[in-house]
């Protein structure tokens, strides 16, 4: 019975086999190509399809890792490949590694009749049948992948887990990859493209490049800042983004669908999601200012700080917390145990955490803030600094400060401590060559993470 079941879902999630112009009645890559607004994720130019690969795709769910791989589909049946050397699985299907295995069979099968020696083999959210990764290594070590390409996807477990760690050895070509909600230059890309081919992207973290880039951009500072302002909005998560350029506001049902994502993983790891929610809504009425666990604790009233930091732990490795350590400006070394600061990682995440918490939304200035932080650490691992005077977010590798004032009026940092020799002051809309100071739109739309 199994074994019917699981033939009749590989037939159904590969109708390209019946010809390579079927990928057309492939659900998620018909509403791709009929959505109004669409994009072709740029993981797509960055992953090699070159065998023997073992990739990994991380980030949160519905931010369209299933998207991206069938346009990695389509793209291999346009350059001639045979369609049935191409292998897609949904895994959330299948209950353990025993039916992941009976599936890869089956296909192995199916490939040897047709004479197919490579293939490119597609496991979405892989992390869902238990022991998963049994199964793999088992295949790779009996030499059955030697000739293919696999791309897994997953999210929570593989982080908490660590089950990615045990494939030492076997990854080939294989490489780790992040797959984030839009950024802001990504969504300027999507909204105005004409625009976005005017900006010119950073290269380096400097304050210098910095200076030259962000001042080009002075004729167009009122586009950006009107695209900037939706963009606090709906954050990068592709629903959302949709919405808002579609109807010029978020739906209610994106929250919804995205609230239910985060709180069926809390069901799946068996967590408590009041537990969850008072944290959340702790965090938010003390976004940005530096926490300790023990402040958390106390406030939310839970038995110990150690609950909370597992908790926080548990939403960073869900992408949808980012926590800056305490940076030492001399060394730069993390000093574990100062407060830290804690940011949503998308702007999203603040509408539907409030509405989902019945508390206000933090203000504008502190998103702001948490967009930058959130932006950087894509790419640099980052920390702040505190001591009297603040800065908002410190860059580790060069110990480039940013300090994000969004009002009407604002100064220029001055702020020099220890190795932390520069400051770029983020503004709202203001300009200064010297202290450097720029509109965070447009430090961000200059960002390319």
Request: proline share 5%; with cysteine.
């Amino acid at each position: 019975m199994i074994g019917n079941i699981i033939t009749n879902m590989i037939e159904t999630f590969n109708p390209w086999w019946k010809g390579k112009e079927h990928i057309a009645e492939d659900e998620d890559f018909r509403k791709w190509n009929e959505s109004k607004v669409k994009w072709i994720p740029k993981l797509a130019e960055q992953i090699s399809l070159k065998p023997f690969s073992l990739h990994f795709v991380f980030g949160p769910r519905q931010v369209g890792k299933t998207t991206l791989i069938k346009l990695l589909i389509n793209s291999l049946l346009e350059k001639g490949v045979d369609p049935k050397a191409i292998f897609y699985l949904r895994c959330d299907y299948l209950g353990d590694y025993k039916e992941l295995m009976e599936a890869l069979e089956e296909y192995f099968e199916f490939r040897k009749i047709e004479g197919i020696e490579s293939s490119y083999i597609f496991l979405d959210e892989i992390t869902f049948p238990k022991d998963w990764f049994r199964a793999i290594k088992l295949y790779i070590d009996m030499g059955k992948t030697r000739n293919d390409v696999l791309v897994l996807t997953g999210s929570l477990s593989m982080h908490v887990k660590g089950e990615v760690e045990t494939f030492p050895g076997r990854r080939g070509r294989g490489k780790d990859f992040t797959m984030y909600p839009l950024s802001f230059r990504e969504f300027i890309k999507v909204a105005d493209e004409e625009l976005y081919n005017k900006i010119e992207p950073l290269k380096e973290l400097n304050d210098k490049e910095i200076r030259e880039k962000c001042f080009k951009l002075m004729p167009w500072s009122d586009e950006i800042y009107k695209l900037f302002e939706m963009y606090l909005r709906s954050g990068g998560f592709p629903l959302a983004v949709k919405s808002i350029l579609e109807n010029g506001f978020v739906k209610g049902e994106v929250y919804e669908t995205y609230l239910s994502w985060i709180r069926g993983d809390l069901a799946r790891l068996y967590k408590n999601e009041s537990t969850a929610r008072r944290i959340i809504k702790a965090l938010l009425k003390k976004i940005p200012s530096p926490l300790s666990w023990h402040t958390i604790a106390k406030e939310i009233e839970v038995g110990s700080h150690k609950t909370v930091f597992y908790y926080i732990d548990l939403l960073e490795k869900m992408f949808i917390l980012k926590v800056l350590p305490y940076l030492n400006p001399n060394n730069g070394e993390i000093l574990f145990r100062k407060e830290k600061k804690i940011h949503f990682i998308d702007p999203l995440f603040y509408k539907m955490f409030s509405r989902w918490c019945l508390i206000e939304e933090p203000e504008k200035a502190k998103i702001v803030e948490s967009v930058v932080a959130s932006h950087l650490a894509r790419k640099h691992e980052i920390g702040y600094w505190k001591n009297g005077t603040e800065i908002d977010v410190v860059v580790k590798e060069n110990m480039l400060g940013f300090e994000v004032k969004w009002k009407r009026r604002a100064n220029p940092s001055k702020v020099k401590v220890g190795k932390i020799k520069n400051v770029v002051t983020l503004s709202k809309n203001q300009y200064s060559a010297n202290p450097l100071m720029v509109p965070a739109p447009i430090f961000l739309a200059c960002l390319n993470v």
